[in-house]
């Protein structure tokens, strides 16, 4: 494709479910990088990807979060045992040479 | 930490008029500056970056930004603004070569009035 995609668009889950949100970065870019945003806030950093290696986690809030990219390319952000505190909107971004970086859509979840 | 400051929540200025958008940031060492621009229901947009060298930078769509290091900002900037130009402005920074972690401001919403 054309730019990044995340899937699904929206997710609501129920408080205690484990959700699974996608991200496919654009075709060839080496940096993949997740960011919480809450309403009405910036981006907030949670993880970083080099490839296949997880480079910084240190922004996932806690050890209910966990993402990964087996393959260097398509990337998944777990959260385990969500709560309420965990909605906001996730935001995937790739860039060749992390200085300019391309944004996906969003997943907006929300746990009632 | 690195960290960045946008003082006003919102921004009204009438079209053709010059729009401002102000940005202070905080880091160490030196800083690579960035501003992004998130239209409804799509995904934040790059608009520009400073690195190193001249401190007014152009960018896509007429933006420009100037760095002043001494007063730690990094203001956008269009001499005319237009309708389309009603969004949410994102000013981030992250330290030189070697941090990844790009820091965002909370946004600044502007909004042209034809």
């Known amino acids: 494709g054309a730019g990044v995609s995340q899937s699904p668009r929206y997710k609501v889950a129920k408080r205690g479910q484990d959700v699974a949100l996608r991200c496919d970065p654009i075709?060839?870019?080496?940096?993949l990088f997740w960011y919480q945003q809450a309403l009405g806030q910036g981006p907030e950093f949670l993880t970083y990807?080099?490839?296949?290696?997880?480079?910084?986690k240190s922004g996932l809030p806690s050890d209910r979060f966990f993402a990964e990219r087996p393959e260097g390319s398509v990337s998944t952000l777990k959260i385990q045992r969500t709560q309420q505190e965990d909605s906001a909107v996730y935001l995937c971004?790739?860039?060749?040479?992390?200085?300019?970086?391309?944004f996906g859509s969003g997943t907006q979840l929300s746990v009632l | 930490a690195q960290s960045v400051a946008q003082p006003e929540d919102q921004v009204n200025v009438a079209e053709g008029n010059p729009l401002t958008v102000k940005c202070t940031y905080s880091?160490?060492?030196?800083?690579?500056l960035f501003w992004y621009v998130q239209y409804p229901n799509r995904g934040l947009q790059f608009l520009l970056k400073?690195?190193?060298?001249?401190?007014l930078v152009k960018g896509s769509y007429g933006f420009e930004a100037e760095f002043n290091k001494s007063q730690t900002s990094f203001h956008l900037k269009k001499p005319s603004a237009l309708v389309s130009d009603s969004a949410l402005y994102f000013c981030?920074?992250?330290?030189?070569?070697?941090?990844?972690?790009?820091?965002f401001g909370k946004g600044n919403q502007v909004v042209v009035i034809p």
């Open positions: 971004a790739s860039s060749e040479k992390s200085e300019k970086l391309f």
């Open positions: 075709s060839g870019h080496v940096s």
């Open positions: 990807f080099q490839n296949e290696a997880q480079l910084d």
């Open positions: 880091v160490s060492g030196n800083p690579y």
């Open positions: 400073y690195i190193t060298g001249d401190n």
């Open positions: 981030a920074v992250r330290a030189g070569y070697g941090n990844n972690r790009l820091a």
